[in-house]
């Protein structure tokens, strides 16, 4: 009995500090003019799109090493093809902005919202109502040819490779995602515009991402070397917690829909 009872007070007292500290975090957004938002996989997740990393994450079940790596997908295409075709397309389609989509939206109506930086490549900040957005990894919603240059949209290539495969240009060049493959140098303009931003704010906030990933896990260092504060708030503790104002080990829609909306 006493035992449950001692269990119960640590609960309580959990779910206290968790309110406390969402208290804490939403003072820092309605003081701060200029925020910048870095995003990733754990924003998506809500929306059916799986992580990466980890248990049950994408990579475990594709290697990345044949499926999203550069020299590869130039030596044989069709292994990104079969995985766009069968994995990504699907997922895509299927895919909705989720709570805390919206609730960017609503922060960026307000005008709190300085840019939204982020490391997925699932364009749903967009769809949700975002068109400013710094896509550090690219998007999975465009494509290009590899020759001309020519744009074609998600759904206009799945109609292709059922036809053609792989799917090819008018000009005969071939496609490729408007993502970023591994062994491929990020986009320097959308790189700069990210750290010129991370200069420039007062508060960082950092929403699903583990901050493995440079360059963007220098981002919130260079926020806190020109003095903005620093917020992370991720279902699991990143490599920058030390650094931060706040930390929030939480899901995201949970905590941004007791924040914003
Ligand atoms: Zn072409």
């Not at 820092?28 to 997740?45: D, W």
């Not at 079969?82 to 895919?95: G, L, Q, S, T, W």
């Not at 020109?226 to 905590?255: F, H, W």
Request: charged share 20%; hydrophobic share 40%.
């Amino acid at each position: 009995m006493r035992l449950v009872l001692g269990m119960c007070i640590l609960v309580l007292n959990d779910v206290i500090e968790g309110f406390r500290m969402i208290d804490e975090l939403k003072k820092m957004i309605l003081e701060s003019k200029k925020i910048v938002v870095l995003t990733g996989a754990g924003f998506s997740s809500d929306s059916g799109i799986p992580t990466y990393r980890g248990t049950g994450g994408l990579w475990s079940k594709y290697d990345p090493s044949i499926y999203a790596d550069y020299n590869n997908f130039l030596r044989d295409s069709t292994y990104y093809w079969n995985f766009f075709k069968d994995e990504r397309y699907p997922m895509m389609i299927k895919a909705k902005p989720n709570t805390g989509h919206f609730a960017l939206v609503k922060l960026h109506k307000q005008g709190n919202l300085y840019k939204l930086i982020t490391q997925n490549i699932d364009g749903l900040h967009q769809v949700a109502g975002i068109p400013d957005v710094i896509e550090l990894h690219g998007t999975t919603r465009s494509f290009r040819c590899m020759s001309c240059d020519n744009r074609f949209s998600m759904g206009e290539v799945y109609k292709k490779i059922k036809h053609e495969f792989p799917p090819k240009c008018p000009c005969n060049g071939n496609l490729r995602p408007d993502t970023i493959m591994f062994g491929e140098p990020l986009p320097q303009p959308a790189l700069e515009e990210a750290m010129f931003a991370a200069r420039h704010c007062n508060l960082f906030l950092v929403l699903g991402s583990s901050l493995v990933v440079n360059p963007a896990a220098q981002l919130p260092i260079i926020a806190k070397e020109n003095n903005a504060k620093l917020a992370i708030v991720n279902i699991d503790p990143t490599p920058l917690d030390k650094l931060a104002d706040l930390v929030l080990n939480k899901k995201i829609t949970g905590v941004l829909k007791q924040l914003i909306l």
